[in-house]
């Protein structure tokens, strides 16, 4: 097996040293007060700052170091954030948190590791693609300074890497001005009347690009409030009654 070495001083490693209510987060710190707009289209501005009344600032990427969320955004593929949880506590507990590590570490040991987030097999192979990706790419220096949509195609050429996968990375690891979308963003946005529900990943991408305030944070904390809402009220079958959001929905 070949040798992998970590980047000499890659930033990607570095602990964060920002605590939210689930402990370490990467990401862009919020102001101490909330924005007086969100978006410049008013129904998303007053939808963000109803979430956030009765949210709070999610200080989202929940991770130790930038390079764990590279590992959190495609573990969480096809589950929840629990099993992830557990899936990065093994990673912890069995030191195979850098890139070099993942891609020294035995098979049966990272796929054991990776278990509780299912579909070990297939995550363990594309988390060995991801992380030779990355030290041959120049590490995470390489993810905050290279044109953003040259390193968004770099990155979604990468085995495994999808557009949320590839726009999670980004905005939360690499801090650069991207939206992520997700199940729940197509829920919330098309039970809105704002987008369609099967319209294209671009689409609603750039339908966000074009309206959120162009603040880093707000394009982290929208994320965030988006999962927030989705996982407790906007599900298959919508739970408005209990959702701090009381705009209309059609």
């Known amino acids: 097996m070949h040798s992998w070495s970590d980047l000499p001083s890659d930033p990607g490693l570095e602990s964060s040293v920002r605590l ?45 170091t930038p390079f764990e969320v590279l590992i959190g955004a495609v573990l969480t593929q096809n589950t929840a954030w629990t099993n992830v949880e557990l899936a990065l506590a093994n990673l912890r507990a069995a030191r195979v948190l850098t890139p070099a590590q993942i891609l020294n570490v035995r098979d049966d040991r990272l796929r054991a590791a990776l278990r509780p987030s299912g579909y070990f097999n297939v995550k363990a192979r594309k988390l060995r693609e991801l992380s030779a990706w990355y030290l041959e790419y120049g590490g995470l220096a390489a993810l905050r300074t290279r044109p953003l949509e040259q390193v968004r195609a770099d990155l979604l050429g990468v085995w495994g890497v999808g557009p ?87």
């Not at 007086?36 to 956030?52: I, Y």
């Open 164 to 250: 949320e996968t590839a726009d999670s990375i980004l905005c939360y690891a690499a801090g650069r001005p991207t939206a992520v979308v997700d199940a729940y963003t197509r829920r919330i946005l098309s039970r809105h009347g704002w987008i369609e529900a099967d319209a294209p990943y671009e689409v609603v991408r750039a339908w966000l690009s074009e309206r959120l305030r162009a603040q880093q944070w707000i394009l982290e904390e929208f994320h965030a409030l988006f999962v927030r809402a989705g996982y407790h009220n906007c599900k298959k079958a919508a739970r408005c009654d209990a959702c701090p959001a009381t705009a209309p929905v059609p």
């Open 20 to 64: 939210g209510e689930r402990g370490p987060y990467v990401g862009t710190p919020p102001p101490r007060r909330a924005p007086r707009r969100w978006a410049e289209h008013d129904g998303l501005d007053a939808l963000l700052s109803e979430l956030h009344a009765g949210f709070g600032f999610q200080r989202w990427w929940p991770a130790h």
